[in-house]
T-cell receptor, first 115, second 114 residues
Framework: AQSVTQPDIHITVSEGASLELRCNYSYGATPYLFWYVQSPGQGLQLLLKYFSGDTLVQGIKGFEAEFKRSQSSFNLRKPSVHWSDAAEYFCAVGPASGGSYIPTFGRGTSLIVHP | DAGVIQSPRHEVTEMGQEVTLRCKPISGHDYLFWYRQTMMRGLELLIYFNNNVPIDDSGMPEDRFSAKMPNASFSTLKIQPSEPRDSAVYFC????????????FGQGTRLTVV
């Protein structure tokens, strides 16, 4: 069965500092990987996705993620964090089987940004 | 498109009452998902539909939970009777068919059962 692990429950950074959020997945084949962001009181919004090609993926809001098959990882990065980036971040993997898309989500990492 | 629309945004009900959550997916999407989000368990998939047909409801916690999708533009999640432990944020999401396509989420319904 596919699974996603986000080892950090909370991450605290200062505004302007760089950021890396970790994500490790378990999947039998080439995975489809996603990062979502959830602002307080809102639904999940897609930041970026990977399903083939270049292993460095660019997303919205200045985020990027790198797929590393050897490490089963898909870490999210941003070179300079803004206060508005404070939110919950979810890594997801899919599909499960049969060509259908059933995303499995990690537990999420809460990003706290200090001024 | 206005995105996935859920109603109500907030619901407060008394234990034992019936609760119905509603979802309008993005037009043309093939899949519809219902998720529940709690601090303890994170984001859990409750049930999903493909072309209005329920495919997997193994995530539905108990028989008190039921979901329907009478047509391509509407789905409901019903809890009867509700209990305090059902308090959570319930999300509806929809997606197109095909590998690599992402799910689009509604803003959620925050349910409080007192």
């Amino acid at each position: 069965a596919q699974s996603v692990t986000q080892p950090d429950i909370h991450i605290t950074v200062s505004e302007g500092a760089s950021l890396e959020l970790r994500c490790n997945y378990s999947y039998g084949a080439t995975p489809y990987l996603f990062w979502y962001v959830q602002s307080p009181g809102q639904g999940l919004q897609l930041l970026l996705k990977y399903f083939s090609g270049d292993t460095l993926v660019q997303g919205i809001k200045g985020f990027e993620a790198e797929f590393k098959r050897s490490q089963s990882s898909f870490n999210l990065r941003k070179p300079s964090v803004h206060w508005s980036d404070a939110a919950e971040y979810f890594c997801a993997v899919g599909p499960a089987s049969g060509g259908s898309y059933i995303p499995t989500f990690g537990r999420g990492t809460s990003l706290i940004v200090h001024p | 498109d206005a995105g996935v629309i859920q109603s109500p945004r907030h619901e407060v009900t008394e234990m034992g009452q019936e609760v119905t959550l509603r979802c309008k997916p993005i037009s043309g999407h093939d899949y519809l998902f219902w998720y529940r989000q709690t601090m303890m368990r994170g984001l859990e998939l409750l049930i999903y539909f493909n072309n209005n047909v329920p495919i997997d409801d193994s995530g539905m916690p108990e028989d008190r939970f039921s979901a329907k999708m009478p047509n391509a533009s509407f789905s409901t999640l019903k809890i009867q009777p509700s209990e305090p432990r059902d308090s959570a944020v319930y999300f509806c999401a929809s997606s197109l068919k095909g590998r690599g396509t992402e799910a689009f989420f509604g803003q959620g319904t925050r349910l409080t059962v007192v």
